[in-house]
């Protein structure tokens, strides 16, 4: 396939490369067919991922990722064994392909879970510390493997010092801006004509000049800078500074929404942020969100409840800025980590955790001590997930248990931190007028005993978590893969650590060769170039379509291998679900396959006869080579049939000379 990609680009015909090649009976001609590539193991669709598109962090499902991205500058965080931190790395390809069977739930002795198929591989450790490594497949894993878990994070912080909230700034909105003290010194300074030009006349200068604002657009084409500025939406209403001074004050308050705060829409459009906290020995809490916000010249309003003390903000800019710019949810049930904390230095990611386990969190001791623990709880699985990672940033392992209290309709994630080295490296956590005693607390024991669910083997290193159980469950719907080439793993829900997917093809040889310590990077190789022929063949399709929007596209073939019903890891379900997922309508037909595919195509139509699939067709795509498709009077019926003569030749097959000259537009591969 790497030489048929090289051939289309120099011009040459793989076919006469491949002939010439085999010659050598060295070589020989068997294995030397270019096609569009073989399937693989993946992960369910709500397993996610933390990957940086276009420098901009955000931690993602690989449902979410494969919709969002575009196939270039994508990396994702990943591991090299042997390294004691994650870093990003490179993506080659992401991959969708619909699935029916048996899909595995990896259960950790830490309560962190991940769902593959069964053939899925997995990194891992004995216990003892060895750094020999192996790689199992996700149905032979048992209660004697151990699986990493990422600690830390490699790499720099690029953590701006401020934070715009224009952005927020909505385009159907007339926004007022109040100016520092200087741009106000700078517009007296205009010429009346250079006002004129910028659409401020004599008498809009005036009242500029008495209220000391100016709409947003004003600002801009009289060439004033927003900075320091104040914005507003109603010219006595709320003003918010165009800037916010990003320091640890803002990731406490930010953590303390987290665990406290919502956001509410009212009639007439009207936005309010709230934080809500108990009436007794949380006042500390409320001055401390008022004085943030006063910071910024933003008045808050605090008042009582029967059961709470609120602290609201109303503002349409900053309630937008909050949820739409940050990214923080408007509810309990939503609520998730902002994607910038994961780009900050490690003292404002314990200034947000702070805050969130304050709010939400206690700690208590053990039998009466002198042992500690910290809890949290939440009911968004997206805020567990995330604070489990950025825990882990801080060299933190928490467990997690799973369950619902009384009355309650949704699960609650418990998220826990045991152990008195860890309550130690995790004490700002604790509210300040607690620390001194859980520290006291902790240092009368006489032996620290090493935790049981997971093993650091040497300091700084990765942290391994032992497997407890596997689930396994039927499942049908969509399954997700990526490669990352440079380490071959990717850091999954959780922060497990897990291996690429690899088709089942090779899975003998990859795990072999992982026994043994040995890098094989070829199979690395072979994972790529396989996945980039799905990618050409799409590419090939929008060379003569275009967008594939509506398109109708028949796929000829469904089978891996031709005189077999076989399904499994087959090329037509991946493409088909490509197909689907930009936007073309898919048809298929295989002689003998179709009743073993039927419903695992996705929203694909099934029929009966070739000339079925064919009919109306804007292209098709040979995708598993039987002999019925190259007795196809393509000439004739099939070229009267479909509505647009494209052919992507996946596997060769056909005649290439004759369909030219039959009028096709054909496009094999490497040719």
Known sequence: NEIANVSEELGADVKEVARGMGLDDRIGPKF?????????????????????????????????????????????????????????????????????????????????????TADHPWI????????????????????????????????????????????????????????????????????????????????????????????????????????????????????????VTA?????????????????????????????SFRPAREEHLVDEVVSFWQRHGVECRVYDSRSARTVALSSRIAATWWTGVL????????????????????????????????????????????????????ISRELADGTMRLLGDLGI????????????????????????????RAIELVPVRDRAGVLASIARQ?????????????????????????????YRGPVYSLEVPAAHTVVTTGGLIAHNCFPKDVSALKQLAGNSGYHFQLLTAVIEVNELQKRRTIGKLQKHLGSLVGKEIALLGVAFKPDTDDVRE??????????????????????????????????????????????????AVVVTEWQEFADLDWAGAVKDAMATPVLVDGRNFLDREALRAAGYSYEGIGR
């Not at 369910?44 to 901009?56: F, W």
């Not at 909230?165 to 003290?181: F, I, K, Y």
């Not at 987290?258 to 936005?271: P, S, V």
């Not at 980590?337 to 969190?361: M, V, Y």
Request: aromatic share 6%; net charge negative; glycine share 10%.
């Open 32 to 116: 030397l067919q270019a096609g569009i590539g073989y399937g693989g193991s993946c992960f369910a669709p709500d397993e996610t991922v933390l990957a940086r598109i276009h420098g901009r962090t955000r931690l993602l499902t690989l449902e979410r990722l494969y919709e969002d991205w575009r196939e270039d500058d994508l990396e994702v965080l990943s591991w090299v064994a042997g390294d004691s931190k994650p870093r990003y790395l490179p993506v080659s390809v992401v991959t969708r392909r619909d699935y029916e069977g048996e899909v595995i739930e990896v259960q950790t002795k830490m309560g962190r879970h991940v769902r593959t």
């Open 124 to 243: 891992v450790s004995d216990g003892t510390g060895s750094p020999n490594l192996d790689v199992r497949l996700a149905a032979e894993l048992t209660e004697d493997d151990w699986i990493p878990l990422a600690q830390g994070i490699d790499g720099p912080v690029d953590a701006p010092e401020l934070l715009s909230v224009l952005s927020a700034v909505e385009s159907d909105q007339l926004v007022r801006v109040r100016p520092s003290e200087d741009e106000r010194e700078r517009f007296t300074e205009i010429s009346a004509a250079d006002r004129r030009r910028a659409g401020v006349g004599p008498s809009r200068a005036g009242d500029i000049k008495r209220n000391g604002t100016l709409r947003l657009e004003e600002l801009a084409l009289l060439g004033l800078s927003p900075a320091a500025s104040s914005l507003g939406t109603a010219r006595n209403g709320q003003f918010v500074a165009a800037e």
């Open 247 to 275: 320091d640890a004050a803002l990731w406490r308050v930010v953590g303390l929404y987290l665990a406290e705060g919502h956001t509410t829409t009212e009639a007439g459009g009207r936005r309010r942020i709230q934080w």
């Open 327 to 378: 990214g923080l949810g408007r509810g309990s049930y939503e609520q998730r980590l902002p994607d910038l904390i994961w780009d900050q230095p490690a003292e404002f990611k314990r200034a947000l955790l702070s805050g969130l386990f304050e709010g939400d969190g206690s700690w208590s001791l053990v039998n009466g001590g002198p042992s500690v623990i910290i809890e949290m709880g939440t």
């Open 397 to 424: 392992v928490a467990s997690q248990r799973i369950g619902r209290t009384a009355k309650s309709t949704a699960d609650t994630f418990w998220l826990r931190i045991a152990g008195a080295d860890q309550v130690e």
């Open 446 to 474: 006489q032996k620290r005993i090493a935790p049981t669910g997971y093993r650091r083997f040497r300091d700084g290193a990765t942290a391994w978590t032992r497997v407890a159980k596997l689930r396994r469950t039927p």
């Open 570 to 619: 087959a090329t037509s379900l991946v493409l088909a679900a490509r197909l689907a997922g930009e936007g073309a309508s898919v048809r298929v037909y295989d002689p003998v396959a179709s009743a073993n595919a039927n419903g695992k195509l996705g929203g694909a139509r099934v029929c009966q006869t070739a000339l079925e699939a064919l009919d109306g067709a804007d292209a």
